[in-house]
């Protein structure tokens, strides 16, 4: 106690200030019941985002069957849907680094629920498109708010970990979601996709309460945004659920700010340089660059083999609702190996994104020229326990890699970018599978995972046991 107290009066006494990082800080307030709440907060709005991941996917031939259109045409779907994720990347993100986490967080996953909800009373396709507008423009906020939010209350050995192992909720999430889909769209040939639409809208709405009720902010936020008071504030808050003190670590008579270590990278971007553009100077541009090139390949791989699996194997004659389920069920426990790997030291980050990748490539490869029934349920279960996994992993590395002033921002010119190539690959992907050769599409997705292996191999960011930069 007496330590305390005359740390307490240092600044009175000429003594020494007690200065820390903010990563020290929430090291020191470790992990425990706040962050189990935050991870259960963020775990719902991941489940909302998983019930929608297969949509597109499972409503394909029904949609294409009543309103007479073809898979090519069905592709402005997922095409069109990019320019509002790209719109609401932009809004979200931007209150995100500006005016705090809380209400674009909570904004992104309601639009979620009301327009994935008013889009199963559809009268057509065009209304269909519009409604689904409102859905994708929360949708993008999902991927660039909710990791962020629950990264920067975790401290430095539980981030990578507790990331992977958040997408086992929403990895559930889209299993539930294609057994309901298999269930309700075969079982009401008529109206089952409609119920099937409309049943997997309302995890939304538990998501957006969920953050409501969990009103904190972010406290590595606050701090890059220079309001020290109010994250002191949540910074005891933190620490009295979690059993500890913060007084214990910073002495209440001293303001926070005389106790925070800036935590930058020292880049001079200069006064008329956005902190955008930031991301394209050193040291980052290598990392940018390469990681631009990984999640694009990664992101359109998996959206384009999510979309058309169930039109793919219809033509292989296999079915297509059974065995797209059974090929998503196993990305579950690739989630538990990368959840290992990636805080493994002589693993890390990097080596795990390297390995994933290139047994993608191979079961890609295996799933064009290997074709039997008994091979091609086997190969989908593997590429779906190989490249699903990458993603929570990719959200991690882009979390880690950018401070938290940019953070939000800069995952949204990742998602935007992703989005752009987005407005055309779908197309791509249609006309490639209606030309009835069934090694063409899994080979361009072998090719696109290919170079996804080269960017990660000329990556050379490590994040594993870093701490995060504020502020640049």
Known sequence: ?????????????????????????????????????????????????????????????????????????????PALTCIFNILGGVVLSYLSDHYGRVWPYAVSVAMIGVGGL???????????????????????????????VLIEFLPVRNRGRVLA????????????????????????????????????????????AGRMLFFYESPRFLVSQ?????????????????????????????????????????????SSLPKLLTIFSRPYIRRTLCLSVVYVCLTAGYYCTTVFLPTL?????????????????????GIFLISILTEWPCVGRLHTLRLMTFFTVVFFLLFAFVRNNVSIPVTGIMIFFFM???????YTILSESYPTEIRAQALNFFNTLSACFGLGLPYLGGYLVEQGIPWLF????????????????????????????DNF
């Open 1 to 77: 106690m007496s330590v305390q107290k005359d740390e307490e009066r240092a600044p009175l006494l000429g003594g020494t200030v007690p200065r820390f990082k903010v990563d020290e800080i929430l090291n020191f307030i470790g992990f425990g019941p706040f962050q189990v709440a935050a991870y259960v907060m963020v775990g719902l709005t991941y489940m909302a985002f998983g019930f929608e991941a297969l949509l597109f996917a499972l409503i394909s031939l029904k949609v294409q069957e009543e309103w007479s259109i073809s898979a090519v045409q069905y592709a402005n779907l």
């Open 118 to 148: 008013a889009s199963a009373f559809a009268p057509d396709y065009t209304t269909f498109l519009l409604l689904r507008f409102i859905a994708s423009f929360g949708v993008m906020g999902v991927p660039i708010l909710a990791g962020p």
């Open 165 to 208: 192992l958040l997408t086992l909720l929403p990895a559930l999430a889209v299993c539930a979601s294609g057994g309901l889909g298999w269930w309700l769209i075969p079982t009401y040939p008529v109206l089952g996709w409609r119920y099937f639409t409309a049943a997997i809208a309302f995890p939304s709405f538990v998501a957006a």
């Open 226 to 270: 220079g309001k020290f008071t109010q994250a002191r504030g949540i910074l005891v808050a933190m620490a009295r659920m979690n059993g500890k003190r913060l007084g214990d670590l910073l002495p209440e008579r001293i303001p926070l700010q005389d106790m925070i270590i800036p935590d930058s990278d020292g880049t001079d971007r200069g």
């Open 313 to 333: 194997l219809t033509q292989l004659n296999l079915n297509p609702y059974f065995t797209s389920f059974i090929s998503i069920l196993g990305q579950i426990p």
């Open 388 to 394: 699903v996994p990458m993603l929570p992993l990719m």
């Open 442 to 469: 899994p080979s361009m997705a072998a090719a696109l995972f290919a170079i996804q292996l080269m960017a990660a191999l000329i990556l050379n960011h490590e994040t594993h046991g870093m701490s995060l930069l």
